[in-house]
T-cell receptor, first 112, second 114 residues
């Protein structure tokens, strides 16, 4: 079935460090890929998305590229800030569907 | 502009009881989806409502049912509660069906079953 696997957390970084959160997927057809972020006490927010192979999604300094050959959608940011501390979820929508399939989430803590 | 709102914020129920959770979509949105997020897990899709009809359903038993009203608000009902139903229940709305429409999530209702 359709599934998303993302790196185990928690991840703790110092401010201005480089961030990578790995995400791989299994899906039938051609899925769309997403990263969502959940700040403490808030609802899930869409961070970025990519709908076809080689697309790069970007927002707020975060980037992820849809790699069909490696079935991956790794999240990167060149210089993290304390305000980036949150839980990050990789997700997909399988081809022909509209339901989001989420990974387990990765908690990021950025220290000043 | 109010975003997606859910009520109540927290709820404690006993095994075997029934519960109703409520969701008001973001203004201008007509599609509502419900997700269950167990502790330490990602959200799992329960079902989606559009035009007062259930359009798609995830792998949840019939104890989970829903409804959408003409004003697009929605309810999630769970019967015969089990301890395993303890979770954060998320509602998401979008201005239509299809991948081009972003789903906006509410803060969730925390259900504890004892």
């Amino acid at each position: 079935g359709d599934s998303v696997t993302q790196m185990e957390g928690p991840v703790t970084l110092s401010e201005e460090a480089f961030l990578t959160i790995n995400c791989t997927y299994t899906a039938t057809g051609y899925p769309s890929l997403f990263w969502y972020v959940q700040y403490p006490g808030e609802g899930l927010q869409l961070l970025l998305k990519a709908t076809k192979a080689d697309d790069k999604g970007s927002n707020k300094g975060f980037e992820a590229t849809y790699r069909k050959e490696t079935t991956s959608f790794h999240l990167e940011k060149g210089s993290v800030q304390v305000s980036d501390s949150a839980v990050y979820f990789c997700a997909l929508i399988p081809g022909g569907s509209e339901k989001l399939v989420f990974g387990k989430g990765t908690k990021l803590t950025v220290n000043p | 502009d109010a975003g997606v709102t859910q009520s109540p914020t927290h709820l404690i129920k006993t095994r075997g009881q029934q519960v109703t959770l409520r969701c008001s979509p973001k203004s201008g949105h007509d599609t509502v989806s419900w997700y269950q997020q167990a502790l330490g897990q990602g959200p799992q899709f329960i079902f989606q409502y559009y035009e007062e009809e259930e359009r798609q359903r995830g792998n949840f038993p019939d104890r989970f049912s829903g409804h959408q009203f003409p004003n697009y608000s929605s309810e999630l009902n769970v019967n015969a509660l089990l301890l395993g139903d303890s979770a954060l229940y998320l509602c998401a709305s979008s201005p239509g069906t299809g991948l081009s429409y972003e789903q906006y999530f509410g803060p969730g209702t925390r259900l504890t079953v004892t």
